[in-house]
Structures are given as C-alpha cells and as structure tokens.
T-cell receptor, first 113, second 113 residues
C-alpha cells in the first residue's frame, strides 16, 4: 500500500513570496490533516478535512494560509505572503474516516529567507 | 492553559536497558493518547494508542501506561537497541473522539552500544 505522498520535499523562498504544497493521501482515507512542525516542537494541526469539507481550521492563520481538497482526495496548502516565522516542516497526514491512527507523509521543509 | 509536556532533554541509555519516556498533561480530559516515533527528515509513525479507560497497553517490546488521575503516560522500550534511537512524540485527542491530535514536543532517545 502506498503511503502519503507530499511534494516538494524542500522549498526555499523569500519573505512575501507565495508557496504551495501538495499532498496525496492513502487511497480510501477520508480524513486529511495538515500540520506545521517548527524545529524542536511537535506537529501543530493547521486544518482537518473530512472528504472535501473542513472539519477544523481553528489554528490556520487565515490571513495568509489557505487549503483546499476539491475532490476529496488530493489537497494543497498555500501560504501567501510568506513570513520568516513560517519556516517549518509541513506535514500531511491521513486516516480512515472515524479511525484514530494517522499516517504521515515525509513532509515539506520550507525555509523563508 | 493547556499543556502537554515531554522531557525536553535527550535521553541516552545503553543497549539492552529499558528506556522510559514521560508525557504529562494539564487541563485536558483526553479520550485517548497515542505515541509516535519520528526519525530525522521523516514524518511521525504511529506506535501505540491507549484509551482513557485502559491502564496499560503492550506491543512487542513497547509498553504504554496511562494514569488519568496523575495526567501522565509512560512509554517503555524494553531491551533497547540502537535502532530505537529517534524522537518519540505523545499526542492527545482532546475532542472526545474527533481525532484532533495535540502533540507534545517530543523526547529524543539515543541508545548507545
């Protein structure tokens, strides 16, 4: 079974630029999560989707971050404009709907200069 | 405020010994608690889940305890091996089954020969 795929793996941008990350969850997983992991910290949930609907986006900085999951499968997370403090690893995870175990992708490491 | 605390200092132990990692939380009443392993440059990998009405869970060389009175979980690795070296994260579901995880900062474990 293929795992959660993410791209790109690394991205370097300058502040005020925009960036987008892509996630392909495990086939059949209805729930998709985006996390931000700053160096030395645990992952912090940004947004949770159930199929193509948003379940929780209470910790998403909506003035600059946006996410979508149009067909209930792939998802994109966008930052516009980026700030220095957005430098982090962005992790995507998925789970079978209603089940607790989350399966994480390898993450996208973002550096904002 | 709500907190999840794990030992911020790295834990160094000798091969063959039992490693014990601690996760303390305040102001939460989690439905369950999970432990994940994270290797450098990779996403977290699920290890064990323990529910609020369970005291102990085992899987091969791993054991987790959960004391909701003390608000503490202990994670044990018996007969530790260098391959167990990684960062271990605890995560709580604070939504009573909504599968929204809040992670601790993680404890880095190093098993030496």
């Amino acid at each position: 079974e293929a795992g959660v795929a993410q791209s790109p793996r690394y991205k370097i941008i300058e502040k005020r630029q925009s960036v987008a990350f892509w996630c392909n969850p495990i086939s059949g997983h209805a729930t998709l999560y985006w996390y931000q992991q700053i160096l030395g910290q645990g992952p912090k949930l940004l947004i949770q989707f159930q199929n193509n609907g948003v379940v929780d986006d209470s910790q998403l900085p909506k003035d600059r971050f946006s996410a979508e999951r149009l067909k209930g499968v792939d998802s994109t997370l966008k930052i516009q404009p980026a700030k220095l403090e957005d430098s982090a690893v962005y992790l995507c995870a998925s789970s079978i709907g209603g089940r607790e175990t989350q399966y994480f992708g390898p993450g996208t490491r973002l550096l904002v200069l | 405020s709500q907190k999840i605390e794990q030992n911020s200092e790295a834990l160094n132990i000798q091969e063959g010994k039992t490693a014990t990692l601690t996760c303390n939380y305040t102001n939460y009443s989690p439905a369950y608690l999970q432990w994940y392993r994270q290797d450098p440059g990779r996403g977290p990998v699920f290890l064990l889940l323990i529910r609020e009405n369970e005291k102990e869970k085992r899987k091969e060389r791993l054991k987790v305890t959960f004391d909701t009175t003390l608000k503490q979980s202990l994670f044990h690795i018996t007969a530790s091996q260098p391959a167990d070296s990684a960062t271990y994260l605890c995560a709580l579901d604070i939504t009573g089954g909504g599968n929204k995880l809040t992670f601790g900062t993680g404890t880095q474990l190093k098993v030496e020969l």
